[in-house]
């Protein structure tokens, strides 16, 4: 019985979210889009439709891509305010109607004290209704436990950004202690990585976000947690390689890689067929990982 099954690379996070993720994986879906739909990069067709015209432009790439899409992505910082909400809200609503079954991340970063994340749970998850949500890590454990908790969602916990300035605060040397007479220095990022899979994950429902930018730190990061997902942003326009990013980042199981593209896919002429190409560039780089997966 061959071993390499797509079920062994979430075999820590079979919640909700990840099921999604797995039955989207096994159908050929690879690329996660993120649906970035900043206002002012709309075509003038839909910036001159009032308060939904975000809406109708997320339609239009949904519908174009339903059928090749992992999950999609927007980011709630290019929907403010009241209609910007609206828009958010009906995108949403557009995906789970017009692609059945593919799950939404909130690209939030939410990072606050516990009392202030309960509202931010239910702005995510019952408001909005994203199946997952990304988390900053800053405030530990202790505050992002109301997100925690929802072991029927999906926590994805910055760790290794794609901006240029990341290595700033996230490559920072700190002292981590091994067992009671034993520390040694490791990268933020590393004990951000070690920390949520050693004890943030009770609930099997954590990811981590470490950008393509950083192939080293995303090799590192893959070997400290073998089968935890990562979702990768910071291909094509940020300069992430894919070919890299899929070598680096993908599991034993040549799997647990959630690649995000954005603009590259949103803004092109073609939508579909730049998320074909994507996913093509997928399939091929881990079509060319050696075997490691065990036989028996």
Known sequence: MLLC?????????????????????????????????EKSRLPKEFQTIG??????FNLDIVQ?????????????????????????MLTVETIRT???????ILDAKYADIGNTNKGAVTE?????????VTVNPYFGKEALQPFLERDD????????????GAG??????????VDEITTVLRPLY???????????????????VVGATAPKELMEIRGLVPTMPILIPGIGTQGGDVAQAVWNGANSQKAGVIINSSSGIIFNPDPRLATQKLTDEIDGALSRIPDRCSVG
């Open 168 to 177: 700033e605060f996230q490559n920072l040397l700190v002292q981590d202690r």
């Open 153 to 164: 969602k999906g926590i994805i916990v910055l760790c290794r950004t794609s901006n240029p």
């Open 190 to 208: 590393e004990k951000v990585a070690l920390n949520v899979a050693q004890q943030w994950n009770t609930h099997g429902n954590c990811a981590l």
């Open 98 to 104: 017009k692609a059945p079954g593919v799950p939404v």
């Open 124 to 132: 995510a998850f019952e408001i909005i209704g994203a199946d997952a």
């Open 64 to 88: 174009a891509t339903k059928d090749l899409a992992l999950c999609y992505k927007p980011n709630i910082k290019f929907y403010p305010g009241p209609a910007g909400l609206a828009a958010l």
């Open 5 to 37: 099954r797509w079920q062994l690379a979430w075999e820590m996070c079979m919640n909700t979210f990840f099921s999604m993720i797995e039955k989207r994986w096994s159908a050929g879906a690879r690329v996660c889009i993120g649906l970035d739909a």
């Open 51 to 56: 308060t939904s015209g975000q809406a109708r």
